[in-house]
């Protein structure tokens, strides 16, 4: 049985490899992770999912990032081991991790990826909020935990600072 639970300061390690292990080498040449640099995850949005041997079997993180000088969240990465793929793993990280999210106030939620997966989420594309070269705007999607939470706002995604 799996169980998600918060990421505690042991897990960070094991959460690196398994990011290095489901995504491609230079992962953190990303753009998304010049967001992230200097900066410190969420923590009490930060999940795991833990096999019956407590091994993660699956994690997400999200980051204060700021849209227009508004705060938002940015979500990523989130990954499952080979070996856990396809019982639904992501998308209870990802449904876990928003409700937490709105849970604690925070009303916008933007990431860099595939609109046919996210959309089941929330997310869609946002036109008007533009990320760090060189992302695909076709890739930049926004989720409002609040309805109306993305309406007008437009601009440059910048680190929290």
Do not use: K
């Not at 999912?49 to 990523?76: E, H, K, N, S, Y």
Request: aromatic share 8%.
């Amino acid at each position: 049985m799996i169980e998600l639970g918060s990421e505690t300061r042991d897990d960070r390690w094991a959460v690196e490899a398994l990011f290095d292990l489901c995504f491609a080498p230079g992962r953190e040449a990303l753009s998304s992770y010049r967001l992230r640099d200097e900066t410190d995850p969420v923590s009490e949005l930060c999940l795991v999912a833990r096999d019956d041997g407590d091994t993660i079997a699956g994690a997400i993180r999200f980051w204060p990032v700021r849209v227009a000088a508004q705060p938002a969240l940015l979500l990523g990465p989130v990954a499952v081991h080979p070996t856990h793929q396809g019982e639904g793993l992501g998308a209870a990280l990802i449904q876990g991790g928003l409700e937490a999210a709105r849970d604690r106030g925070w009303t916008r939620v933007i990431l860099v990826g595939d609109a046919p997966y996210y959309s089941r989420f929330g997310f869609h594309r946002i036109e008007d909020v533009i990320m760090p070269p060189p992302t695909n705007p076709n890739r930049v999607l926004g989720a409002e935990l609040v309805p109306g939470a993305w309406q007008g706002l437009a601009g440059v995604v910048t680190r929290w600072d």
